[in-house]
C-alpha cells in the first residue's frame, strides 16, 4: 500500500468515526463507566506468549518465557470475542529484519480478522505500514519507537503518523523503567532509555495526538510481583484521556491497589497471572473486577 493510499484510508475512517461521536464524547464516556479489563495477545516468533518484560533481545534470539501457548492468535481473539470484551492489544515482538517476523505477522492478522475493530495492534508501526493495520480490522495502532527517536520525541514523525493513522485511531505507548527515581520510556523491545520521562506535563503535551495511553511498568511485567505504585498513583493522578496500566499485577489484591492508586478508573491488563497464560487469576473474575469499583 502506497504512502497516499493510506493518508487517504485514514481520512476516510476518522470521518467515519467522527460522524457518529465527538473526540471529547467518546474519551468522556470510556472513563466514567469504570476499570476496564486491557487483554493482550504478545506474539514472539509465530507464537502466542508470556515473557519477562525487560528480557526480550531480538540480536541474541533469547527471551524470558513464562507462557508459550499451543493455540494460535486468532484463537484468543475469538475468545475475546465472545466475551465482549475490546480494546484489548496485539504486540508484535519480533521486529522486521527478523526471520520470524512475517510468521508473527501472520498470526497478528488471524487475530484482527477475528476480530473487526475489536483488538489493537503495536509493534513496528509506522505511517507506511499503519493503513494495513487499520484496514486488516485493528481499531488502533499503537507506537513507541517511531515517535521516540535519538533519545526524544520526534514531532515530526508523531504529526506524520497522526495525519496517517488518525487522532482517534491511534494509541501512545509510553512503556517505561525506573531510572535515578523517576520513570523514564524506552523503546526497542523496552532494551533502551529514552530522555523522557512519563510525567503529567509529557502527558498534557502528547494527549492532543492520541486517542489513548498504553503503558507498561517493565521492571515489573511478567513477574506478577506486585504493581509499580509509584507509577499508577501519578496516572490516577492525571486522568484526562484513556490510559490502560500493564505490569505486575499477579493477584486481587494487586488490582485493588492497583483501583487505590489509580482513583478507580485506569485500564488494566494481566499477563501471566490470567488464568488463560497458566496463571491463577480467572479470566471471569478479572473481568468483572472493574465494574464493581
Known amino acids: 500500500m502506497e504512502s497516499a493510499d493510506i493518508l487517504c484510508f485514514s481520512s476516510d475512517r476518522l470521518f467515519d468515526v467522527g460522524r457518529k461521536k465527538s473526540y471529547h464524547e467518546k474519551n468522556r464516556r470510556e472513563k466514567e463507566e469504570y476499570m476496564r479489563f486491557r487483554p493482550c495477545i504478545d506474539i514472539h516468533n ?174 515489573v511485567e511478567g513477574k506478577a510481583s506486585g504493581i509499580e505504585c509509584g507509577l499508577v498513583e501519578l496516572l490516577g493522578n492525571w486522568n484526562k484521556i484513556p490510559v490502560t496500566y500493564a505490569g505486575g499485577i499477579g493477584s486481587f489484591e494487586n488490582l485493588k491497589e492497583l483501583s487505590e492508586y489509580g482513583k478507580h478508573h485506569l485500564n488494566y491488563t494481566i499477563g501471566s497471572a490470567l488464568d488463560l497464560f497458566g496463571g491463577s487469576m480467572k479470566f471471569e473474575d478479572v473481568l468483572e473486577f472493574g465494574k464493581k469499583i
Open 46 to 219: 509465530g507464537q502466542v506468549k508470556q515473557i519477562v518484560g525487560g528480557s526480550l533481545q531480538e540480536e541474541k534470539g533469547k527471551v524470558r518465557e513464562n507462557f508459550v501457548s499451543g493455540q494460535d492468535a486468532g484463537f484468543y481473539a475469538r475468545f475475546y470475542r465472545e466475551s465482549k470484551v475490546k480494546g484489548g492489544h496485539i504486540i508484535l515482538l519480533n521486529p522486521e529484519t527478523s526471520p520470524y517476523f512475517q510468521a508473527t505477522k501472520e498470526q497478528a492478522m488471524k487475530a484482527l480478522a477475528e476480530y473487526p475493530g475489536g483488538l489493537q495492534i503495536g509493534g513496528g508501526i509506522r505511517p507506511e505500514n499503519a493503513g494495513e493495520y487499520l484496514q486488516a480490522g485493528a481499531s488502533h495502532v499503537i507506537v513507541t519507537s517511531y515517535v521516540f527517536r535519538d533519545g526524544r520525541i520526534s514531532w515530526e514523525n508523531l504529526e506524520r503518523l497522526e495525519k496517517s493513522a488518525g487522532r482517534e485511531n491511534l494509541v501512545l505507548d509510553l512503556s517505561c523503567r525506573k531510572k535515578d527515581g523517576q520513570y523514564y520510556i524506552v523503546t526497542d523491545r523496552w532494551q533502551k532509555f529514552t530522555d523522557e520521562c512519563v510525567t503529567e506535563e509529557l502527558l498534557d503535551r502528547l494527549q492532543g495526538y492520541a486517542d489513548e495511553f498504553l503503558i507498561h511498568a517493565v521492571d
